[in-house]
């Protein structure tokens, strides 16, 4: 017989006083970090009912089960509010996955050394950018603040620290959908992220020599359909969190680079898309220009972090989808229970004319992601929601994509921007391969000179 010494009113006691005390940080048994420094096993920081789905639901949801309109209500206090009507209203169906309890399985092992070698060694400076304590030099890698103290240090660790990889380069699809699941367009994109400071495996590392006052280069290239084809866009971020990135574009049609205003932050990029680049890993803005961070709760929640939700055995790994009245409109994804969520407030304090009035995400404690976002519009309503999953590229049958020391990949592996008051939605996922041959590079120093200069994406779209 088990004995549950932590019941559910034991569990929704701590997190109701979590709230008041989100200082304290991420762990119910113990400091979560303190558990993952001894062997990366995090259920040691949480009773084993605190991991377990169906002792929050009495044993009417469980691992292996599908979430449906029939079931939904018992978890709807547990998910966020686009999920849930999704659901409950357009057919989308979620598969329930295991909780992942190993650190090294949510975020790759070097990042997480980074972040235990340099806990602690963060703060804020006079002007509210991340730093070292000890020099005032920016970050040298990992999460600055993986035991976050305030809202202002979740917002932050997740802008600096989008990608887990010091380069990234990820061949993307999207599919763009009408409120019925029709689907209107369809691109492949290459995304290219490229950081200059908070190195950990490339060298020179931890700062890229004359580029210390950079955080990042951010580059997407489209390679179809073929009307678009050689389009792209290039961010590059100074650390300085006050100060816009560079945004430039090539315009294969005019042949020429072009500037684009700060205002187009909060537009589409492509026809047909409800993505901003406002809303890139759900923090794509400098994080000095919002303002007003509050954690509004601290609670058990679900979300798509799961190794099932890499198609391995898919062609090109292209998800099956489900829901709308033709079937197609979401992708088929799995969710697991996440034992600690931080929910946060963010108001665009810098962006006077911004169309969002508000945004609240959700982060997972354990790697301090965002994961779901739902963004209001200036009359307080509930304009889009964003949603993203990943985990691990192992299936666990055989089939795994290693990153570049030979261990699994981790990286997200879906994103759904639906924009509700429209019902329009694009979904997006990370595929194996698009049209030019582009895969996944990780580590790759070429990333930069190849794709993340003004000369290079003049060159890409000729």
């Known amino acids: 017989m088990h004995v549950i010494k932590f019941d559910k009113d034991y569990t929704r006691r701590y997190f109701m006083e979590g709230v008041g005390k989100a200082s304290l940080g991420a762990g119910m048994l113990a400091p979560l970090w303190d558990v993952i420094a001894r062997d990366g096993d995090i259920s040691k920081a949480y009773p084993d009912e605190a991991l377990d789905i169906s002792h929050y639901t009495d044993g009417k949801i469980n691992v292996g089960d599908v979430i449906d309109a029939s079931n939904v209500e018992y978890v709807r206090d547990m998910m966020d509010p686009g999920m849930y009507f999704q659901i409950s209203q357009q057919g989308r169906v979620v ?13 790759p092992s ?35 603040f993986a035991e976050p103290k305030t809202a202002a240090e979740i917002i932050a660790s997740n802008t600096l620290c989008w990608a887990r990889y010091d380069s ?40 890229m020599p004359g580029h210390e006052n950079m955080l990042r280069f951010a580059m997407a290239l489209f390679t179809s359909p073929s009307d678009i084809r050689g389009t792209s866009l290039v961010n590059h971020w100074p650390y300085d969190q006050r100060k816009l990135p560079d945004f430039f574009g090539w315009l294969p049609q005019f042949k020429r680079i072009r500037r684009f205003p700060t205002n187009q932050r909060f537009e589409p990029m ?27 709760a ?16 898919k062609d090109r790994w292209i998800r099956d989808r489900c829901g ?10 799995a969710v697991s229970l996440i034992p600690e969520v931080y929910a946060v407030d963010l108001y665009p304090t810098g962006y006077p004319r911004a169309p969002y009035g508000k945004k609240r995400i959700w982060f997972d404690a354990r790697t301090i992601s965002g994961f779901a976002m739902v963004g209001f519009d200036r009359h307080g309503e509930t304009w889009k929601v ?5 985990g691990e590229y192992d299936d666990g049958k055989g089939n795994m994509f290693p990153d570049d020391k030979g261990n699994p990949y981790i990286s997200w592996t879906y994103f759904h921007s639906h924009d509700v008051q429209s019902d329009n939605i694009s979904t997006i996922q990370q595929t194996s391969e698009i049209d030019g041959g582009y895969k996944i590079r990780i580590n790759d120093r070429s990333i930069y000179d190849g794709f993340c200069t003004v000369a290079a994406i003049r060159r890409l779209g000729t």
């Open 298 to 313: 601290k609670v058990p929640f679900l979300g798509g972090v799961s190794s099932q939700n890499w198609a391995s055995e």
């Open 95 to 107: 598969d329930v996955a295991p909780t992942e309890t190993d650190i090294n399985k949510l975020s």
């Open 110 to 144: 070097e990042f997480n050394e980074a972040t235990l070698r340099n806990r602690g060694k963060c703060s804020f400076d006079s002007i509210g950018n991340v730093v070292n304590t000890s020099d005032g030099k920016p970050w040298t890698g990992g999460l600055p």
């Open 168 to 207: 990234s380069f990820f061949p993307v699809e999207e599919w763009d959908m009408d409120r019925h699941g029709n689907q209107k367009f369809h691109y492949q994109i290459v995304f290219a992220e490229y950081k200059s400071v908070g190195r950990i495996s490339l060298e020179p590392k931890p700062y």
């Open 386 to 390: 964003l949603e993203g999953g990943g």
């Open 270 to 296: 492509i026809p047909g898309s409800t993505v901003f680049p406002s809303d890139a890993f759900m923090t794509g803005d400098p994080f000095l220009t919002w303002g007003d961070f509050k954690i509004v």
């Open 324 to 333: 709308g009245t033709t079937g197609k409109k979401f992708f088929r994804t």
